[in-house]
């Protein structure tokens, strides 16, 4: 566990280093590298390869912060559009 959160914090760093533009500032991509470090942590998993500890978790972390952090400003825009689509019908 303590691993998956060490991993999870550099994966956030780098994927905030990765993904440029309007942030969820410092603290919001280290919580979102911890949460991509245990999709990051499934996903060779699921595709049917190994990635060794810790290089390879930490590419796998990095892998699912990046895809969660596009996931999250891509609703985030989407949210803003429809506020700013409501307010000027009203």
């Known amino acids: 566990m303590l691993i998956y959160i060490t991993i999870g914090i550099i994966a956030g760093w780098l994927a905030g280093k990765i993904v440029k533009g309007g942030g969820l ?3 919001g991509d280290l919580v979102v590298g911890v949460v ?3 999709i990051g942590g499934y996903l ?3 595709l049917g390869f190994s990635a060794h500890e810790p290089i390879g978790g930490i590419i796998m972390a990095t892998i699912g912060a990046v895809a969660l952090l596009w996931i999250i400003r891509y609703l985030y825009s989407l949210m803003i559009l429809y506020m700013y689509n ?3 019908l009203s």
């Open 25 to 27: 500032g410092l603290v």
């Open 36 to 38: 991509g470090s245990f």
């Open 86 to 88: 409501r307010i000027k």
């Open 44 to 46: 060779p998993e699921i």
